[in-house]
């Protein structure tokens, strides 16, 4: 008998259950699983795209807010020259493909490598509850792009933006189906308190992460 | 609405018993005041909770069986101990599970059993006390009263209403003060160090005394501050400050 | 290999006794955190009950949860393997680390693999192993193990991890906490890079869809399971979830639970490895899932116990662990959790201590995010160490003379006014009594002496007229 035989057998008989499962056991599985009940959450009754910046700033990301995709690019500008950071970035493709012509940054479509100082991304979506985004990993998304960098910038389509985690699962269910190999949520700058409990912003992620919501 | 009095099973505590005999009398004072009829069941000694709380499930039974024969016949069984009516209150039909005959002995006294200030305030309605305190106090919440019973906001609903005396909160009021039956015994250096966090907190209160609900937390923060040289800082239980300090 | 935690009282009177850890402990303060955090849910005890709830659902049917996800999760090309022992865990690792030819590993965090001692077991095999997370790298680097599941090296101050950094960076010593923060993220990111298997703990497996749920706040959970070639995630038996909707509930309360956050910095589904096309993941994607005892506690009147979510919130709330630290508790687990799961886990005769060295005073029970009754626990450890004979004969005496006594109240009369008339003599004109021979009362406190007389004999005295 294999350890998971071993184990399975142990745990069935802990339940009084015979070794092939009942109907009616299998029949709860399943019914859980399609149902997918949502579990008591607290009241959230907020606009969401304010609720969202004001938790991106809580959870000490920087927010800015432009009218359309088209004016991304000079939000970036202006970010990088404001924060003195090197006019350079690489981006996800739906990024770098933006167009970038004047605003004096220089866009690398290709995923991040240990070196690149700043990584522009999209988002799949993002949740108003926690100020947090939610990624993919994918061909087109490379999940190194928003993890390497020491900056993060994250391009949030308002559209994009959910209530909680709890509805991000039912869009993603109706787009995709099937989970992809990550699902990242991002919610602002990595931090650690491991020495004397002292919180530092800062950890093995990036430390600044600076959110751009586009209206349209 | 009948005139007929709350006739009040007095469940005193062992220790009580053993150390401080004048808040059993500061109990009834207050239940007689309140308007009950006071009983107290002479042959009383002790819930079980020691042997209870030590594993002991044979000898805290046998105890136990003993308090429900005893205040078989009264309305209420209340005690001034948050500990003792906890022990009763949550914990006695699980220790007498196995006696299913008693079960719905156990569940009506459970359900008729208050630690004492909660039974002046939410039973009783008591809205005048007798005794007077000139001075700050603050209050220490004992934890079974406090998590078994939901005591709270009803000792502190009585002692503003003490003639001559303010509460000043502790920074923790809801922080254990180390006692934990026998564990104060059996872990005495881990005890006294919590209950000298305690110590700390009262002291920074500046008040003239700490008043709390539970025995067991008296003599410990009593005997803590008294190692700590503290001989400013007196330690009263809720019923004796309630009550008057001169009744004896 | 579990080897007994006999010792505590020495342990705990050593870290009493211990100023840097005093000030460690003082000033560690993630009670106030969960207050603070919680402080947004209206609704906390409802949302307390359906986390609880969940938690029971997956316990229910444990079996059949777990086989969905190890179908779910083989069809998204992970590799499931089961563990029945802590030796079960070490050997996969080290067979898949030797299959694979990696020599270098990295960790995020797993304290299922501190029951296995696995960093040391690879070691042993010469694979070099290396902590990721802030204070697993700095417990690592001192060889030590952790103190907290959460904060792994809170007994450590700054001054400690700056002499660390010399000895083992060489660096010039900085004793600026961010500045130390810098320079690990520096040394570590290196070892990011090339790490050729990362190992992980799994905070959940999600039966829905096969996937590992795996939160932390430093970043380095992601860079362990995306960048190297090889994941690993170990993690309890007791861990899977049914579904996404049922570890979104969960998960408002861990984080603010465990520190105090609506939600950790990085929270990450990892279903499978590397998928055609990707740029990112790891070739080969592994679960171990473990017994180790787990099992053993379905059925029982243990079985709350496995609703644990490892937040860490009774130990921040203990005023025994808050005083004594993590490290008296002699195994893996510290604080109410460790209470109850060391004696579980390594046999009640090997830790007969932690069921009793706690006051029951429950400010565990009330912020434990899935309502596990611990004192309840702790109390039915040590009414089975009275059933197994396990304790002092001094003791069960003792209890049985007292039941004895009170059952018969005339002799239980004549017994407490004595002790009472002794009591107060012997505690003098100022009433204390400094000295209890044979107990632990007095080795820090005085014992204010007895009135002289019983309430019961005055009561009738009074009654008479």
């Known amino acids: 008998m294999s350890a998971r035989d071993n184990i399975l057998a142990r745990i069935r008989s802990a339940r009084g259950a015979a070794a092939a499962s009942a109907q009616s056991d299998l029949a709860a599985i399943d019914g859980r699983i399609n149902q997918h009940p949502v579990g008591t959450r607290p009241a959230m009754h907020w606009d969401q795209v304010p609720r969202f910046r004001e938790q991106c700033v809580r959870m000490s990301s920087t927010v800015d807010e432009v009218a359309s995709m088209r004016d991304v690019p000079a939000a970036v500008a202006r970010f990088l020259t404001e924060q003195g950071l090197p006019m350079r970035a690489v981006a996800w493709p739906k990024i770098a493909h933006l167009d970038w012509t004047g605003t004096g940054v220089t866009v690398e479509d290709r995923p991040a490598r240990g070196d690149d100082l700043v990584g522009i991304t999209g988002v799949h979506l993002a949740l108003a509850e926690t100020g947090t985004v939610m990624l993919l990993s994918g061909v087109d998304t490379p999940a190194a792009t928003s993890l390497l960098p020491e900056t993060h910038i994250a391009v949030v389509p308002a559209g994009r933006i959910v209530l909680a985690m709890e509805e991000a699962w039912a869009r993603t269910r109706e787009e995709l189906g099937e989970l992809p190999r990550a699902v990242n949520f991002v919610s602002g700058p990595s931090r650690t308190a491991d020495i004397e409990g002292q919180l530092q912003i800062g950890a093995h992620g990036p430390f600044r992460v600076h959110v751009i919501v586009a209206l349209s | ?248 | 290999m579990n080897a007994p935690v006999p010792g505590f009282k020495a342990r705990a009177h050593d870290k009493l006794n211990d100023a840097k850890i005093q000030r460690a402990m003082k000033n560690f303060n993630l009670a106030a955190a969960r207050t603070r955090g919680v402080a947004d849910l209206e609704n906390l005890e409802d949302i307390r009950t359906a986390a609880a709830s969940i938690r029971d659902h997956s316990l229910a049917r444990l079996d059949l949860w777990l086989e969905r996800f190890e179908q779910e999760a083989t069809r998204r090309g992970t590799q499931v393997h089961w563990a029945e022992t802590h030796d079960d865990i070490n050997r996969i690792v080290i067979e898949i680390a030797r299959r694979t030819a990696v020599k270098k590993i990295i960790k995020s965090k797993s304290m299922v693999s501190e029951e296995s001692h696995l960093n040391a077991a690879l070691e042993a095999e010469g694979f070099q192993v290396v902590e990721t997370d802030l204070g697993e790298y700095i417990v690592q680097l001192a060889g030590e193990t952790p103190s907290h599941i959460i904060a792994p090296a809170i007994h450590k101050n700054r001054d400690d991890v700056a002499d660390l950094f010399v000895k083992h960076h060489g660096t010039p010593r900085k004793t600026d906490i961010g500045e130390l923060t810098m320079e690990a993220r520096k040394f570590l990111r290196e070892h990011f890079l090339s790490g050729e298997m990362g190992i992980s703990g799994g905070n959940f497996l999600i039966a829905e869809t096969g996937s590992l749920f795996l939160v932390t706040n430093e970043g380095n959970g992601r860079m362990t399971t995306t960048l190297p070639r090889i994941h690993v995630a170990i993690t309890g038996v007791e861990k899977v979830v049914p579904t996404l909707e049922d570890v979104s509930c969960i998960m408002r309360l861990l984080a603010r639970s465990a520190t105090g956050q609506s939600i950790s910095n990085y929270v990450t589904l990892n279903t499978g490895p590397k998928r055609p096309g990707d740029t990112d993941g790891p070739e080969e994607m592994h679960v171990i899932i473990v017994d180790a005892g787990r099992t053993k506690l379905l059925g029982t009147d243990m079985q709350e116990a496995l609703r644990c979510i490892r937040c860490g919130a009774c130990m921040n709330h203990c005023p025994v662990y808050q005083n004594i630290g993590g490290h008296a508790y002699g195994w893996v687990y510290p604080g109410p959790i460790g209470s109850v799961l060391t004696p579980n886990y390594i046999g009640l005769e090997n830790a007969l201590d932690l069921p009793n060295a706690a006051t029951l005073c429950n400010q565990c029970g009330v912020v434990c995010p899935v309502k596990i009754p611990l004192p309840e626990l702790m109390r039915k450890l040590r009414e089975k160490q009275v059933d197994r004979g396990l304790r002092p004969w001094q003791e069960r005496l003792g209890l049985t003379l007292w039941a004895w006594a009170a059952q018969r109240p005339v002799i239980y009369g004549w017994l407490t006014g004595i002790t009472a008339r002794a009591g107060r003599f012997f505690g003098g004109a100022d009433r204390t009594i400094r000295r209890l021979p044979g107990n632990g009362w007095t080795e820090g406190r005085d014992m204010p002496a007895p009135a002289g007389k019983t309430f019961r004999e005055l009561y009738a005295k009074r009654k008479q007229p």
């Open chain 2, 1 to 248: 609405m009948s005139d007929q009095k709350l006739r009040v099973g007095l469940f005193v505590t062992c220790l009580v018993d053993l150390m401080r005999p004048r808040i059993g009398f500061s109990a009834i004072k207050l239940l007689e005041s309140a308007g009950c009829e006071v009983i107290v069941p002479s042959a009383q000694t002790c819930c079980g909770q020691p042997a209870y709380n030590s594993g002991d499930r044979a000898s805290a039974q046998a105890v136990a069986r003993k308090v429900i024969d005893e205040f078989r016949d009264c309305d209420y069984l209340v005690s001034p101990s948050g500990s003792c009516a906890g022990m009763i209150r949550a914990h006695y039909a699980e220790l007498l599970a196995e006696f299913p005959q008693q079960r719905a002995e156990v569940e009506r006294l459970a359900a008729r059993t208050h630690e004492l200030t909660s039974f002046l305030v939410d039973v009783a309605g008591m809205t005048t006390v007798p005794g007077r305190f000139d001075g700050e106090v603050t209050y220490h919440d004992c934890c079974s009263g406090l998590r078994e019973l939901g005591v709270k906001t009803q000792p502190r609903d009585l002692l503003g209403r003490v003639a001559g005396l303010k509460v000043s909160e502790m920074g923790t009021p809801e922080y254990c003060c180390g006692f934990g039956g026998t564990f104060s015994v059996k872990y005495g250096e881990i005890s006294a160090r919590i209950a000298d966090r305690k110590c700390d907190d009262i002291a920074s209160t500046g008040a003239a005394a700490v008043v709390l609900g539970d025995l067991g937390c008296m003599l410990n923060i009593e005997g803590r501050l008294k190692r700590r040289g503290d001989t400013k800082t007196r330690v009263y239980h809720v019923a004796e400050v309630l009550a008057g300090l001169d009744e004896d």
